[in-house]
Each structure stands twice: as C-alpha cells, then as structure tokens.
C-alpha cells in the first residue's frame, strides 16, 4: 500500500499548482494534505471523507486550497490558488481516519512533493 504525491513546483506568488496523491492498493475513510516547512512542525493542510462530502481546511488555506477525490481512481488532489510565499513547503498526503487535524490518525503517508513560491 503507497501513496504517491505529485505536482509541486516552483511558481510565482500569485499562482496556482494542483498537487495529486496516488493510492495504490486501496483508499482511506480520509485522505489529508500536510505540509511541512524548513524548520516548522508539519501541519495540517487539508482532508476530506470518503464520500467528498465533508471537507476541513487550516485557516490559513481557507478559501485558497480546494480538495477533492476520486475514488474510482484512488486519486486525491489539491487545488492550490493565489499561492503566497509562506506556502512553500513540503506537501505530504495521507491516509487514516479519526481526528483528520492530527497527524497521528493517519497511518500511511506519502514521500511528498516540494512547492515553492517565490515573491
């Protein structure tokens, strides 16, 4: 069982990248977006149930990220618009269940993909 994270870059603050996670073998009731930057703990990003149904955000990315999935196709992805410069980090996707904030429910993680913004 893996998961594949895909689609960082570096972009231009102001710009938009759609990152994917890959899940081979199966798929988790949630799937999450992490991210972590140089020096920072990793943080929540985003998650969304099973049936895409509910959808939580940080604060920070409330309005900026959008999240869905697919789950014919075991994908699940996250729309990043109007990126900002402190949105550079590590994006890691996961699979678990529970309390979708916390990194401990999720118990399969994938290598992560490097966004970068620049001013």
């Known amino acids: 069982v893996q998961l594949q994270a895909s689609g960082g870059g570096l972009v231009q603050a102001g710009g938009s990248l759609r990152l994917s996670c890959a899940a081979s073998?199966?798929?988790?009731?949630?799937m999450g977006w992490f991210r972590q930057a140089p020096g920072k703990e990793r943080e929540f990003v985003s998650s969304?149930?099973?049936?895409?149904?509910?959808?939580y955000y940080a604060d920070s990315v409330k309005g900026q990220f959008t999240i869905s999935r697919d789950n014919d196709k075991n994908m699940v992805y996250l729309q990043m618009n109007s990126l900002k410069p402190e949105d550079t980090a590590v994006y890691y996707c996961a699979g678990g269940s529970g309390n979708y904030w916390k990194t401990s429910s999720y118990n399969v993680w994938g290598q992560g993909t490097q966004v970068t913004v620049s001013s």
């Open positions: 969304i149930s099973w049936s895409g149904g509910s959808t």
């Open positions: 073998g199966r798929t988790w009731y949630s």
